[in-house]
């Protein structure tokens, strides 16, 4: 429980910038409104746009308040508030088998464009799994950039994973190869596989991801697959751009959306959501191993809307 009081102000800070932004509009909205008319209406839409929830999210959201609105006999704006956060969690909602794989045997894909975070949230990933007790093995599928084995060769010790990995500039569908090989034979229970944002172009960054998939379908089909793309939420709408890409792709099971602390654009969860009905299954909300947190669309939510009553009331808990 203290560690879910924790969680909660971790995630409260973390997105003050987002809810800055939003709770201030809304509750303007809410207080300055004496009734619910169209104009209402409009304000609402211009906050939860502004907010990052894209397009999408806003007019399915503002649907289903009408909607509630209506058949309820609501007639007071302040009671739309909390139809609003209820409707936001319900399209949130990322389902009971969003982390299989954790309990499975699995390979765990983590792609995405360079920069957005995917080694420091495999090394997050890493450190969340061996708390677990699980054996973790680490394949560094970027063989493009330079510095990228080092790197993740330190969140392998940072974590006590074990790391497989290539010479600079060979081919990373033999570092996957490799790595699965070593995990069949040391009965791992997971493979957490980092691969290059950045190639020569577009079209080879994804011909390599179609490549190493390949290579693991015919080498270990008997593996839980997952494959997670990384998007910078900073990156606001730029992210969601990205994220469909991807999913042309791929099989894409989920998001982790990393540098939640510290950006306005938190809203964008809500927007990845409701445009790909793609689950976000962490945020990284920092930059050291314990700052990666699973996504609860509940404890999101409310983190996003809490008034400021909550923030003194949050102040009190222990971390
Ligand atoms: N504040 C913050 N910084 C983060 C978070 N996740 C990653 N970073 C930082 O983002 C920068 C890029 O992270 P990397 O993990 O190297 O990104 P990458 O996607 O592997 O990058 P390439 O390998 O170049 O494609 C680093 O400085 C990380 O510390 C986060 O949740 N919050
Ligand atoms: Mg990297």
């Known amino acids: 429980m203290a560690e879910e009081k924790g969680f909660f102000k971790r ?4 997105l003050s910038k987002t809810r800055d932004n939003i709770v201030s509009g809304m509750d303007s909205i809410f207080n300055g409104f004496s009734k619910i008319d169209e104009e209402f209406y409009e304000e609402l839409e211009e906050v939860l746009i502004m907010g990052d929830l894209g397009v999408q999210a806003t007019y399915d959201i503002l649907d289903d308040l009408r909607e509630k609105v209506k058949t309820q006999h609501i007639k007071e704006p302040a ?3 909390q139809i609003l956060i209820d409707s936001i969690k319900e399209q949130m ?6 982390y299989e794989f954790e309990d499975k045997t699995s390979v765990v894909m983590v792609v995405g464009v360079n920069g957005v975070g995917k080694t420091t949230t495999i090394g997050k990933l890493a450190g969340k799994l ?20 080092e790197q993740l060769k330190e969140w392998a010790n940072r974590a006590q994973a074990e790391l497989i990995g290539g010479q600079e500039g060979s081919d990373p569908a033999s570092v996957v190869y490799d790595a699965v090989a070593a995990a069949k034979a040391r009965h791992a229970d997971v493979l957490l596989c980092d691969t290059a944002g950045r190639l020569h172009n577009k079209k ?10 390949r290579i693991v379908d015919r080498e270990y089909p008997e593996a839980f697959r997952e494959t997670l793309v990384v998007l910078d939420a900073t990156t606001g709408q ?5 994220a469909r890409e991807f ?35 962490y945020i990284g909300v920092g930059e050291t191993i314990d700052d990666l947190q699973k996504f609860n669309a509940d404890t999101f939510v409310d983190a996003l809307f809490a008034s400021t009553d909550r923030e003194s009331e949050t102040d009190n808990e222990e971390i």
């Not at 995630?11 to 973390?14: N, P, T």
């Open 11 to 14: 995630l409260f800070s973390g």
């Open 79 to 81: 009671a739309c508030r």
């Open 93 to 98: 909602d990322v389902g009971e088998t969003a």
């Open 130 to 149: 061996r708390a677990q007790n699980k054996k973790v093995i680490l394949a560094a599928a970027d063989t493009f950039r330079a510095a990228a084995g």
């Open 204 to 213: 080879n960054l994804m011909e390599e991801l179609k490549k190493i998939n």
């Open 238 to 242: 730029n992210a969601l751009q990205q």
């Open 247 to 281: 999913k042309e792709v791929a099989d894409i099971s989920g998001i982790i959306l990393t540098k939640m602390d510290g950006t306005a654009k938190g809203g964008i969860a809500v927007a990845i959501q409701s445009e790909l009905g793609i689950p976000v299954k």
